[in-house]
Nanobody, 124 residues
């Protein structure tokens, strides 16, 4: 069984930066692709970023590309999301996700493991 635990959420001002971290437990976690989704109030879950197990490949959602950076050490079971130039529209609950087969999906159904989520609030 894989468990994902996020940390680092909080409240910031527009234009600020914030970092999120996620640790995946389980003996196969280091070989999984890891990523982030977010859910804004009243909206569906939105793809943010994903990174391959070896850390070499990354994909970003259009709304965060160029502002957010996902990273992990090669075959490490922890992942970080560096968020810069935050907008009020970035407010939401951010979920760490994992794909057991290492696929780099961008839709929620591709990820079988989800963390509990961490709140990010960006004030105007």
């Amino acid at each position: 069984q894989v468990q994902l635990v996020e940390s680092g959420g909080g409240s910031v001002q527009a234009g600020d930066s914030l970092s999120l971290s996620c640790v995946a437990s389980g003996r196969t976690a280091s070989h999984m692709s890891l990523g982030w989704f977010r859910q804004r109030a009243g909206n569906e879950r939105e793809f943010v970023a994903v990174i391959s197990a070896n850390g070499a490949s990354t994909y970003y959602g259009a709304s965060v590309k160029g502002r957010f950076t996902i990273s992990r050490g090669g075959f490490q079971s922890a992942v970080s999301l560096q968020m810069a130039s935050l907008h009020p529209e970035d407010t939401g609950v951010y979920y760490c996700v994992a794909n057991a087969l290492g696929f780099l999906g961008t839709t929620p159904d591709r990820f079988g493991y989800w963390g509990q989520g961490t709140q990010v609030t960006v004030a105007a």
